[in-house]
């Protein structure tokens, strides 16, 4: 919820002209970033509480799998601002009520693996932090990083494997170490201490990297073993086919 608010800060007195300036989403102005968070909550909560009709939605989106989630955001940004604000305001917060009531053991269906009500949660965290990025370096302002990194981080770890299989890459072997700095310098990290492969740097850049905000080079992140840094040019926490990325500022 507290990821939803900081976003919906940076919009909330935006003029109707402002939402619809583009962002760094090809063709995805403000108003399809917004779209896209209140269809992406409106799925998951049908995930919760009829999984048979998110089953058949599911069935339908894959008869356009590349196409889909555009072509959704496309008609969600046809929404008059105030309506479409209203609309994500009260999804959000209906999710959020229908998660914490969710049976501990529960798994979700979802777009990619079946989710417990913890990880959908996170999922929407890091979809809101990520499409947040966007919206605000479109109106010239920044989010500023806290602990929430945390949880996001944690999901761009977990993901490893899953980014491999949607590239029809096979997973390796070993796991790996990530070493990350949060924003108020605590230290976090994941897999063994003594792992061959190894990641560390800032958590941000982290973040920015598995949710595809930034490209790798223009990160601060520092890998040790050839499966390592192969991982983060396929890196995704995100759920769906493989993402384009970002191209390197100097390219931009």
Same mark, same amino acid.
């Given at each position: 919820?507290?990821? *939803?608010?900081?976003?919906? *800060?940076?919009?909330?007195?935006?003029?109707?002209?402002?939402?619809?300036?583009?962002t760094? $989403?090809? &063709?995805?102005t403000?108003?399809?970033?917004?779209?896209?968070?209140?269809?992406?909550?409106?799925?998951?909560?049908?995930?919760?509480?009829d999984?048979?009709?998110?089953?058949?939605?599911?069935?339908?989106?894959w008869?356009?799998?590349? *196409?889909?989630?555009?072509?959704?955001?496309?008609?969600?940004?046809?929404?008059?601002?105030?309506?479409?604000?209203?609309?994500?305001? #009260?999804?959000?917060?209906?999710? %959020?009520?229908?998660?914490?009531?969710?049976?501990?053991?529960?798994?979700?269906?979802?777009? *990619?693996?079946?989710?417990?009500?913890?990880?959908?949660?996170?999922?929407?965290?890091?979809?809101?932090?990520?499409?947040?990025?966007?919206?605000?370096?479109?109106?010239?302002?920044?989010?500023?990083?806290? $602990?929430?990194?945390? $949880?996001?981080?944690?999901l &761009?770890?977990?993901?490893?494997?899953?980014?491999?299989?949607?590239?029809?890459?096979?997973?390796?072997?070993?796991?790996?170490?990530?070493?990350?700095? &949060?924003?108020?310098?605590?230290?976090? #990290?994941?897999?063994?201490?003594? %792992?061959?492969?190894?990641?560390? &740097?800032?958590?941000?850049?982290?973040?920015?990297?598995?949710?595809?905000?930034?490209?790798?080079?223009?990160?601060?992140?520092?890998?040790?073993?050839?499966?390592?840094?192969?991982?983060?040019t396929?890196?995704?926490?995100?759920?769906?086919?493989?993402?384009?990325?970002?191209?390197?500022?100097?390219?931009?």
């Open positions: 919820m507290a990821e *939803g608010a900081a976003v919906d *800060g940076l919009v909330a007195d935006l003029s109707d002209e402002q939402w619809h300036a583009g760094a $989403s090809a &063709g995805w403000i108003a399809h970033q917004i779209g896209h968070l209140a269809w992406t909550d409106r799925a998951a909560l049908l995930s919760v509480e999984p048979q009709g998110f089953a058949d939605s599911l069935t339908e989106a008869r356009n799998p590349t *196409g889909f989630v555009d072509e959704a955001a496309e008609v969600e940004a046809r929404t008059p601002p105030p309506e479409l604000l209203s609309r994500w305001r #009260a999804g959000r917060a209906a999710l %959020a009520d229908a998660l914490l009531a969710v049976p501990a053991g529960t798994k979700l269906p979802w777009y *990619g693996p079946p989710m417990s009500p913890m990880s959908m949660a996170t999922a929407r965290l890091m979809e809101t932090w990520a499409h947040g990025q966007d919206v605000a370096a479109a109106v010239g302002a920044q989010l500023a990083p806290t $602990s929430r990194l945390r $949880s996001i981080a944690h &761009g770890v977990r993901t490893r494997d899953f980014a491999y299989s949607v590239n029809e890459l096979s997973p390796p072997d070993q796991e790996f170490r990530v070493e990350l700095t &949060g924003p108020d310098g605590d230290s976090w #990290a994941w897999g063994p201490a003594d %792992a061959a492969q190894r990641v560390t &740097g800032p958590a941000l850049d982290f973040c920015l990297l598995v949710t595809q905000r930034a490209h790798r080079d223009d990160l601060a992140l520092t890998t040790v073993g050839a499966e390592a840094a192969h991982w983060l396929i890196a995704q926490a995100f759920a769906g086919p493989p993402g384009a990325g970002r191209d390197r500022k100097d390219d931009a």
